[in-house]
């Protein structure tokens, strides 16, 4: 009888490493990619391709380096690479076959629809009027916001994290939170962030 093939010991050791630096982001790697993505289902995808990818590279990483900011990174970029070209093809194809708009995709109700403990957190302290207001910002605006309003990322980290110049990172961040601003004047009034004088500035995409 063949004994059970064994785990080599040094591949065991890099997985305990892996495990011990990426797993405490994984609740904050899943608040962002529904942030990003709209969608529960595309959420756990796009985490889960990040978890691959990095172990895949875990050789790359710097130890001692900012392990978060590296994990971040590479959500980012396989959102920007993969997933918002998967959800235009997705909306093409419902458009050809209902011959309406895909808006069920990004349904706040499809996003909320049995929602576990751990989408409860990702959407807690997000009102309904800044979750769709946030929604509706385009994808390398809404990148940015949620890195730094949602997740503290500075300037440098996120620049890092896009790899893309600190001032396109700066001018993404300031364009939307003007469109941020834009759609939730009425909100802000209500709440009382903003005075009843306050007027609005036009804003284009």
Known sequence: MMKQQQIPSQLATTKQEFEALTLPHMDELYATALRLTRREKDAEDL??????????????????TNCRAWMFRILTNTFINAYRRRVKEREILDKQQSGQLANFFFSKEDAERDADPVQAIAMSGLSDDVKKALDEIPTDFRVVVVLSDLQDFSYKEIAEIMDTPIGTVMSRLFRGRRLLRSRLEEYARREGFISPEFMPVSVGI
Do not use: I, P
């Open 47 to 64: 985490v889960q391709d990040t978890y691959l990818k990095a172990f895949k590279h875990f050789d790359q990483f710097e130890r001692g």
